[in-house]
Nanobody, 119 residues
Framework: VQLAESGGGMVRPGGSLRLSCAASGSIYRVNNMAWYRQAPGKERELVAR???????YYLSSVKGRFTISRDNAKNTLQMLMSSLRPEDTAVYFCNAEVQVNRNNEFEYWGQGTQVTVSS
């Protein structure tokens, strides 16, 4: 199973970016999907998570600014990031809990995409 991210880049404060992630490979079912981020010198943190049935969780500092969504039929994950701040600068990682068959679930990570918010 591979997770391929796209959509990172550089944006000015107050701007927007959309991140995308596509899961491919031997997939029986994709369960929880999430975005994490890691800024230089800091630990990786959970930014947003969405369950298969659409239940969401957001880090308090991004609530109201970021929106996570998914397409179960295509095994894809998106996150629209608005009103971006310099403190949102980080490498963003896609994460997914994937059943490769009825009985086995594994956690997978994407390679990461850089988001830089700077004037």
């Amino acid at each position: 199973v591979q997770l391929a991210e796209s959509g990172g880049g550089m944006v000015r404060p107050g701007g927007s970016l959309r991140l995308s992630c596509a899961a491919s490979g031997s997939i029986y079912r994709v369960n929880n999907m999430a975005w994490y981020r890691q800024a230089p010198g800091k630990e990786r943190e959970l930014v947003a998570r969405i369950s298969r049935d659409g239940e969401t969780y957001y880090l308090s500092s991004v609530k109201g600014r970021f929106t996570i969504s998914r397409d179960n039929a295509k095994n894809t994950l998106q996150m629209l990031m608005s009103s971006l701040r310099p403190e949102d600068t980080a490498v963003y990682f896609c994460n997914a809990e994937v059943q490769v068959n009825r009985n086995n679930e594994f956690e997978y990570w994407g390679q990461g995409t850089q988001v830089t918010v700077s004037s």
